[in-house]
């Protein structure tokens, strides 16, 4: 399966590793992507993920056009309002980081939209190119896009379907920040150990809060945001934190 899992300390790095085909994905390597998804949700010792490609071209130019489109346009491989390996309608409330390493095309700006904080090279490229194929974006991106960058934007990106520059990108929001190749992972793994060194039970209430808030009227998200921020503030780690600050010292963290 070409997607490796790598655990570090309190981080995994998830990289989709089929460089010769720009790490597009076939049926086998989107099972393997939402396994890994599932360990990384399960593994109470894993606080973040890093989400990247291989090689040094593409971060992932989506579906293999050759395997899953004749499945989707066939029928054999149904249309679900759920996609594990693009945490579509998938609960995950760990953050994820995401290094774009080149082209992150299609299925590749798709899952991206599953990240939490987005990093990239000068040179990646970014597109929703279905369109022009005569597909549909189907892992999510009508919906999570104009949620995440002004309406506009969205919709230019989802109709025409053309390239994105990496400038352009960080100008809209769809990224946060584009850095030098050579400085990619450094900059993704020294987010990821900030991310670390926070509450980890507060990073996913936090998470769970601003997702599960995203349709619902203020009224109704006040009573969620306080729901689940009385499961953090009654925890040990809640504790330790205030305690940790007034002597001085660093939290010692323990997700509990």
């Known amino acids: 399966m070409a997607v490796d899992y790598e655990k570090t300390g309190r981080i995994v790095v998830v990289t ?20 890994a998804w599932a360990e990384f949700g399960r593994d109470d010792g894993a606080w973040v993920a890093i989400l990247t490609g291989a090689g040094n071209k593409a971060f992932s130019a989506g579906a293999d056009l050759a395997e899953l489109i004749p499945k989707l346009n066939s029928g054999e491989m149904p249309i679900s309002p759920t996609i594990p390996a693009f945490l579509k309608n998938v609960d995950c409330y ?31 490229t970014f597109a929703l190119t279905e369109v022009k194929l005569g597909l549909f974006p189907v892992a999510g991106s009508t919906v999570r896009l104009p949620r995440q960058i002004p309406y506009c934007r969205a919709m230019e990106i989802l109709l025409l379907g053309e390239p994105v520059t990496a400038v352009e990108a960080l100008a809209m929001g769809l990224i946060n920040r584009v850095v030098p190749r ?13 991310l670390c060194a926070n509450g980890p039970l507060a990073l996913r209430a936090i998470k769970e809060s601003v997702l599960a808030a995203y349709d619902v009227p203020p009224r109704q998200a006040y009573y969620l945001e306080a729901f689940l921020a009385s499961r953090v503030f009654g925890s040990r780690d809640a504790a330790e934190g205030p305690r940790a600050f007034l002597e001085k010292r660093k939290p010692v963290f323990e997700g509990r």
């Open 16 to 35: 989709m590793n089929r460089p010769e085909a720009m790490n597009c994905l076939n049926e086998a390597d989107l099972e393997a992507l939402a396994e």
């Open 94 to 124: 760990k953050p994820i980081v995401a290094a774009v390493n080149g082209f992150c095309l299609a299925g590749g700006t798709e899952i991206l939209q599953a990240t939490d904080i987005r990093i990239a090279v000068e040179e990646a």
């Open 182 to 194: 050579e400085k990619l992972m450094e900059t993704a793994m020294g987010v990821a150990e900030r």
